[in-house]
């Protein structure tokens, strides 16, 4: 009885030490995370706009006209348009130059760190340089084009280009990114296990890539494209910086129009409301990638 009651006593000793060092994680999680989710979820069912000292509880009236605003339905649908340019693309480009970096022994560390350069960077600082480059009269991009005879558009300031124009930064600023997290992947994949492909008969490049290097490669795929799925549908600097949403509206996404309508309006209850259709959104998009992506992954 004596060794059991011990037992027990080190067992309570062990989970109030336990508590204690999760405490403060869990404290500021609650306070930091769940707080201000509840707070907005709240403020989301009532008409609570800046400078004003009280507000209503207006139910789902918010909602309704949510989904009823032609500017609400615009930015959701340029969201996933520069969602789906962005992250594929800045994907595939960063497998694609991680495993040519990964091949050459020599100038690796170069070229990794001038890849990462535009993660490094200040986008704000950045947006005076794709000005100019976007530029349509004096940009070097036109410039370009007008030697082979073709007429530039003018990127930012036209409907049909910006959101890709904005795209194309999109995927600059995040291959770096993508990039780091392939060659770490690539890094880790034991090389004896290509010799074992190549010994039962993998012998093209393209054999080894099909049958060790994208099924060893599935844990990084699956986090790589989760965070540029996110970082993709959190767009904010370079419309906020270089567009402000236009022309008409072309370039507005989803946190520039919550940004406007809770900072600029002051209308919080409208762009709580907003805001808690982005997180829905958000946690669809990783739930169904998770659903797809998990099964066909390789864990080692």
């Known amino acids: 009885m004596g060794r059991i009651s011990a037992r027990s006593s080190a067992a309570r000793h062990e989970a109030r030490t336990a508590w204690l060092l999760a405490a403060p994680a869990i404290l500021l999680t609650f306070f930091f995370i769940v707080l201000p989710v509840l707070a907005v979820i709240t403020l989301g069912f009532s008409d609570f706009e800046l400078g004003y000292s009280g507000f209503q509880f207006v139910g789902a009236e918010n909602y309704r006209e949510l989904f009823g605003d032609r500017t609400f339905r615009q930015s959701l649908s340029n969201t996933f348009v520069y969602a789906?340019?962005?992250?594929?693309?800045?994907?595939?480009?960063?497998?694609?130059l991680a495993m040519l970096i990964e091949a050459e022994g020599i100038g690796r560390s170069f070229f990794r760190t001038a890849y990462f350069l535009p993660v490094a960077s200040l986008l704000v600082a950045m947006a005076t340089v794709w000005q100019y480059l976007f530029h349509p009269s004096i940009g070097p991009i036109n410039a370009m084009l007008a030697l082979v005879g073709i007429q530039g558009p003018?990127?930012?300031?036209?409907?049909?280009?910006?959101?890709?124009?904005?795209?194309?930064?999109?995927?600059?600023?995040?291959?770096?990114?993508?990039l780091v997290?392939?060659?770490a992947g690539l890094t880790a994949i034991?090389?004896?296990?290509?010799?074992?492909?190549?010994?039962?008969?993998?012998?093209?490049?393209?054999?080894?890539?099909?049958?060790?290097?994208?099924?060893?490669?599935?844990p990084t795929t699956l986090f790589v494209t989760t965070i540029s799925v996110i970082n993709a549908v959190k767009v904010f600097e370079t419309v906020k910086t270089l567009t402000e949403g236009g022309p008409n509206k072309a370039s507005e996404?989803?946190?520039?129009?919550?940004?406007?309508?809770?900072f600029v309006y002051l209308r919080v209850g409208y762009a709580s409301a907003m805001t808690v259709v982005f997180l829905a959104i958000l946690i669809v998009l990783m739930i169904v990638q998770y659903r797809i992506q998990d099964r066909q992954v390789h864990y080692t």
Do not use: C, H, K
């Open 84 to 96: 789906a340019i962005v992250a594929p693309v800045s994907i595939f480009l960063a497998l694609g």
């Open 154 to 178: 003018n990127w930012l300031g036209a409907s049909g280009t910006v959101l890709y124009s904005l795209a194309i930064i999109g995927i600059w600023q995040t291959v770096g990114f993508n």
């Open 181 to 183: 997290l392939f060659l």
């Open 190 to 218: 034991p090389r004896d296990l290509y010799s074992a492909a190549e010994v039962d008969g993998a012998r093209s490049a393209w054999d080894r890539f099909r049958l060790v290097t994208w099924p060893m490669l599935g």
């Open 253 to 262: 996404v989803l946190l520039f129009t919550i940004y406007q309508e809770g």
